[in-house]
């Protein structure tokens, strides 16, 4: 075996590896991030489940818009702490749904507090496709 040759191919995996994963939280937008729900999903997106998926409650203490607001096109609230939270609605806030990492990891915060487990890629879907529409 021959370890400069073998730490060279490890070196062009991990660099590959990187590239792939800084590739996913680059910047994207909204219908980049869509797609891929929807490629997910197997399914298109309805806006009109999104708006009331994003409104009811699902049996717990909180909805998405108890502190987005239920027309996210405004500065909302953390419904606990009261930290001020930037517009939601991309058509309001330019960098929202610009970065896929930040968006999984708020998806998945929020989802696991309002329904207490992560959401569907069909979920996502759903309410990016009626935050798209959303107009302030």
Same mark, same amino acid.
């Given at each position: 075996?021959?370890?400069?040759?073998?730490?060279?191919?490890? /070196?062009?995996?991990? %660099?590959?590896?990187?590239?792939?994963?800084?590739? &996913? !939280?680059? #910047? @994207?937008?909204?219908?980049?991030?869509?797609?891929?729900?929807?490629?997910?999903?197997?399914?298109?997106?309805?806006?009109?489940?999104?708006?009331?998926?994003?409104?009811?409650?699902?049996?717990?203490?909180?909805?998405?818009?108890?502190?987005?607001?239920?027309?996210?096109?405004? /500065?909302?609230?953390? %419904?606990?702490?009261?930290?001020?939270?930037?517009? &939601? !609605?991309? #058509? @309001?806030?330019?960098?929202?749904?610009?970065?896929?990492?930040?968006?999984?990891?708020?998806?998945?915060?929020?989802?696991?507090?309002?329904?207490?487990?992560?959401?569907?890629?069909?979920?996502?879907?759903?309410?990016?496709?009626?935050?798209?529409?959303?107009?302030?």
């Amino acid at each position: 075996m021959d370890i400069p040759r073998t730490l060279s191919l490890r /070196t062009a995996g991990l %660099a590959v590896a990187l590239a792939g994963l800084v590739g &996913l !939280a680059s #910047a @994207a937008t909204p219908a980049d991030l869509l797609a891929g729900y929807q490629a997910q999903a197997g399914e298109a997106p309805s806006a009109t489940r999104g708006q009331a998926f994003f409104t009811q409650r699902h049996g717990g203490e909180w909805a998405c818009g108890s502190c987005h607001g239920h027309q996210p096109v405004g /500065t909302g609230r953390h %419904a606990s702490t009261g930290k001020p939270i930037e517009p &939601l !609605a991309p #058509a @309001a806030n330019a960098q929202r749904f610009t970065d896929a990492a930040k968006v999984e990891k708020w998806f998945r915060r929020n989802c696991k507090d309002v329904l207490s487990r992560e959401c569907s890629a069909a979920e996502k879907a759903d309410v990016l496709a009626w935050l798209m529409e959303v107009k302030p």
